[in-house]
């Protein structure tokens, strides 16, 4: 399973701009950053041997719930 933490989206909310401020990196994920765990998990020859993962694409937030 694939967990991204925040996404970039056209329409901007309170919500996002404050995750953005939490980020490391000062921004939200694009589509593009994202999707190469998906094209991993996807891939026979590469992932085969993982079982039961949460792969975090957090982009450095650590989330504390």
């Known amino acids: 399973m694939v967990r991204p933490q925040h996404r970039r989206r056209p329409h901007a909310t309170r919500r996002s701009r404050a995750a953005r401020q939490r980020?490391?990196?000062?921004?939200?994920?694009?589509?593009?950053?994202?999707?190469?765990?998906?094209?991993?998990?996807a891939s026979d020859a590469d992932s085969s041997y993982t079982?039961?993962?949460?792969?975090?694409?957090t982009g450095g937030v650590v989330d504390t719930r």
Do not use: F, H, K, N
């Not at 994920?29 to 094209?39: H, L, M, N, T």
């Not at 079982?51 to 694409?57: H, L, M």
């Open 23 to 41: 980020s490391p990196l000062g921004c939200s994920a694009q589509p593009e950053e994202i999707a190469p765990a998906y094209v991993y998990l």
């Open 51 to 57: 079982v039961g993962e949460v792969i975090a694409v």
